[in-house]
């Protein structure tokens, strides 16, 4: 709005601010398109170049007819090449400014969305198949409308394939209650109504560094009405360069004592949750290597802990 980092962005992307052009107009022709809801897509990244391509492809590719996805560079220092990628998709809402931190930008895409509903997924995740949002969005029809749907998420590792022990991990469908303990539900396999966001002030807390979003999943959780959805909505990278893997133990435990106090929730009902699923993952693991295998499996996740 007049700024030369405005000017840079609509130089840049000149349209990106237009929700309607910017989503994908190869679907206004299908039927029902201009009656169904708008989706925005949320994205952060910081030096994302590696899986950012992959990302936007699972958004392009999706059936539900309208969706803006917003992606906003937060000071990417990688010599220009999360830039470079986001280049190549003219289709984005996108802009880059100086860096501001992980959740100060989720707050930014919150507030330039004009979607009906929201989804907030990182630069290194995926949508799992191309109807994940029009699964969702089908939740969401009739007069007992949810605040927020929300469905399963599978884990990958850095090069796409299954993360090995997740058929140990607690699934979605647990009672509610169990996320105020340990976080269960992803955001990036959740769309949120953007009116109920706006109307509770649902905003991410930029004072927490790491924990940040299991903070705004209980604010959901505790605000509205939720619906799950038994479906793969997503797929959530884990690899080393997380700022949870790269991030000291301490510095993420006093982090998580944190949101458990603020929310009045109990830290030893956390570490007995933690513990439990870690041995149901070792289980998994052992009962899917067998014998020799699976004694260098439990090595590898001893060392892990």
């Known amino acids: ?18 929700p309607e052009i910017a989503a994908f107009p190869q679907r206004a022709a299908r039927e029902g398109a201009a009656e169904a809801p708008l989706v925005s897509v949320i994205t952060p990244v910081y030096n994302g170049s590696r899986y950012l391509d992959e990302l936007i492809l699972s958004v ?3 059936t539900h007819p309208r969706i ?25 809402r996108w802009w880059s400014r100086p860096n501001r931190g992980q959740y100060a930008t989720l707050n930014e895409g919150l507030q330039a969305a004009r ?49 090995q022990g997740q058929h140990g991990r607690p699934d979605e469908s647990a009672p509610r209650w169990l996320n105020y303990h340990f976080l269960v539900i992803h955001h990036c396999s959740m769309i949120v109504a953007r009116g109920f966001i706006e109307k509770h002030r649902l905003m991410f807390d930029t004072s927490l560094k790491f924990t940040g979003d299991w903070d705004w999943i209980i604010r959901i959780l505790k605000a509205g009405r939720t619906r799950h959805v038994d479906a793969i909505i997503s797929k959530y990278r884990v690899h080393e360069q997380q700022t949870r893997q790269t991030t000291k133990g301490k510095d993420l ?37 067998g014998g020799s295998g699976g004694v260098r499996a439990l090595k590898r996740f001893l060392r892990r802990r």
């Open 253 to 289: 435990v006093a982090e998580d004592r944190l949101v458990l106090a603020r929310h009045g929730s109990s830290a030893i009902v956390n570490v007995l949750i933690v513990n439990y699923f870690r041995f149901r993952k070792l289980v998994s693991i052992l009962s899917a290597e």
């Open 115 to 163: 979607g009906d509903w929201v989804c907030v997924i990182s630069a290194d995740d995926v949508l799992a198949s191309p109807s994940a949002l029009a699964d969702l969005i089908a939740q969401t029809q009739g007069s007992d409308q949810p605040d927020a749907v929300y469905g399963r998420t599978a884990l990958m590792d850095s090069s796409g394939r299954p993360v």
């Open 1 to 18: 709005a007049g700024t030369l980092e405005a000017a840079v962005m609509a130089a840049l992307n000149p349209r990106h601010r237009d």
């Open 68 to 92: 803006e996805h917003i992606v906003i560079d937060d000071g990417s220092s990688d010599d220009g090449a999360t830039v470079a990628v986001l280049a190549r998709y003219p289709h984005l």
């Open 60 to 62: 392009e590719r999706q």
